[in-house]
């Protein structure tokens, strides 16, 4: 079954979806789904973490998938992008009845680098998007994210995934999706569209000198001027956001303390 077709770049949804999309019988469904973690349960069943198009976030059991003759296979991998069929028991996790693979993202699973750019996106999504509630613009996102990796030539070199333009793109664009876009062109405070100096996660956004407090980062010349380059470029146009290895750092600081204050928490893949 294919997917839905995209209308934007990185994410708007051709047509509303609604809720429950494709209900066959009671609590049985159809979605569309990327698998965003999963880890073992018992002798031979597996839960997962999915982000689905018509529920948002779901728990559901692959039951008997670490059997040899599993029918699931690999199709329910961390990258993987999916069709199921999903039915709604009476616990908090519904159970996997069915899997029809739309796209394995094989590529971007066996390069190292590219695996570390993929984990530390579904990790954001996991820890950013966590309420049972359907949203469109967040799910596209994150399968062009998934699609982008594909395409990206593999990294000969050391180089940190955390930094990479693309992961980088991505999360500021979920941090928007989940209403704390990070504002840059003036001062949070006051205005000011000179003299900045740094980010406030209290205040939302870029800080003047004047204006700064105990939660500023400092930032270097070019941390606010690539964070706004890669939030005005959709997802496939983010190396061309020009950011330096300092830019690139500045970008990651002011992600990682929007996650702090707003959410509680840090990403574990960022030390990748």
Known sequence: MQPLNEQADWGFPAHPVPTLDGTVAGRT???EAVVLRSFRLGEADRVLHLYTLARGRV????????RTKSRFGA??????HVELLLHQGSGELQTVTGVDLIESHHAAREDPYRL???????????????????NPRAFRA???????LDEQAPVRERARAALDPLALSFQLKLLWLSGYLPHVTSCAECGAETDLIGYSPRAGGAVCASCRDGTTLSLGAGGL???EALLRRPLAEAGDAGLNARAARDALAVITSS???HGGFRLRTLSA
Not at 116 to 134: I, K, P, S, W
Not at 142 to 148: Q, S
């Open 116 to 134: 570390n750019v993929g984990l530390v996106g579904l990790e954001a999504m996991l820890r950013l998007f966590t309420e049972q509630e359907a």
């Open 225 to 227: 001027a690539g964070i």
């Open 259 to 261: 996650h702090e204050f």
């Open 29 to 31: 469904y159809t979605t």
């Open 59 to 66: 728990g559901a059991v692959a039951k008997g998938i670490r």
């Open 75 to 80: 199709r329910l991998e961390p990258l993987s």
């Open 142 to 148: 994150l399968t062009r994210f998934l699609e982008l």
